[in-house]
């Protein structure tokens, strides 16, 4: 499959990039930049466009070609928390999704972010239950995070013009290359996002599946947690005592505890439809 990787200079865009060439893809890698970053730029199956995403005839002109697309391009924090995260993600992701549909490339992987939540960015975290799954309320206080929620609600509007396409939104957390790297030291600093993680290579994978995996699995736009199944902190502690000392008001779902899982976040659905399990590679 001949795959677009846009943002593929980014930390997780090369990862992507790396991930479906050992696969055996062809990668066409995207980015604003004039050339593609060293740990990619000389790899066989890849080659390199430069544009800028947000302009459409632009994004439409770097896509002609590819059979599907993995979009990572856009802000990934909300910067000035004003204005550019959000006017920057928007446009690019609505370029990416349309010009998709015009070429008739029908499968996209789009970076979400588990901030479509109220976590790390927002004034203070708020969490209906844990674990938490596709079902919880998406309320974003700040730019980032509602900038994800509008890209998810605009494949959502692609798909319905466009029922042959297939979106796949990947609500990726902290992407990292080991547990130990997301280990933190400052629990309560660190409770918006609940002390979690996703190995980058295995956070690559995700993004993959959203283009490959079965078309008898799941159709039109569907939305992913992806996280690692521990939280990134010493083993002596255990997500509970953290649930109970931070928030000790939010309900736990039935069965959650006795299932023996050890994270806040639930990804079976990815597990369910992707096939895709976390993996700390080493």
């Known amino acids: 499959m001949i795959i677009a990787v846009t943002g593929c200079n980014g930390r997780v865009g090369r990862r992507v990039v790396l991930f479906a060439l050992k696969e055996g893809h062809t990668v066409v890698g995207i980015d604003s930049a004039d050339a593609a970053v060293d740990l990619i730029k000389d790899e066989p199956g890849f080659s390199f466009r430069q544009a800028d995403l947000k302009d459409y005839d632009a994004t439409e002109e770097a896509l002609t070609g590819c059979e599907a697309v993995v979009q990572l391009a856009g802000a990934p924090h909300p910067k000035d928390w004003k204005t550019s995260t959000h006017h920057t993600n928007v446009v690019i992701t609505w370029n990416i999704l349309r010009a ?16 479509v939540l109220r976590g790390v960015f927002s004034v203070e975290p708020k969490f209906d239950y844990f674990p938490i799954d596709e079902d919880h309320p998406c309320l ?3 730019p980032y995070g509602l900038s994800k929620l509008v890209a998810e609600m605009q494949a959502d509007t692609i798909i319905r013009r466009y029922p042959s396409m297939r979106v796949a939104s990947i609500r990726l957390h902290w992407s990292v290359p080991s547990r130990s790297d997301a280990f933190r030291r400052d ?3 660190s409770k918006g996002d609940l002390w979690s993680y996703v190995q980058h290579d295995s956070g690559a994978e995700a993004f993959l599946r959203g283009v490959t995996s079965s078309e008898e699995k799941w159709a039109g736009h569907e939305r992913f947690f992806i996280a690692a199944p521990r939280v990134a902190v010493p083993d002596d502690e255990g997500w509970l005592e953290l649930k109970k000392r931070y928030f000790p008001d939010v309900p736990i779902r039935e069965g959650w505890v006795e299932s023996k899982k050890g994270n806040f976040f639930d990804c079976s659905k990815a597990e369910r439809l992707l096939e895709w399990v976390h993996h700390d590679y080493a």
Do not use: H
């Open 187 to 189: 629990y309560a600093k």
């Open 100 to 115: 998709a549909a015009e070429l008739g490339i029908n499968r996209i992987s789009q970076a979400s972010s588990v901030n």
């Open 140 to 142: 974003p206080d700040e």
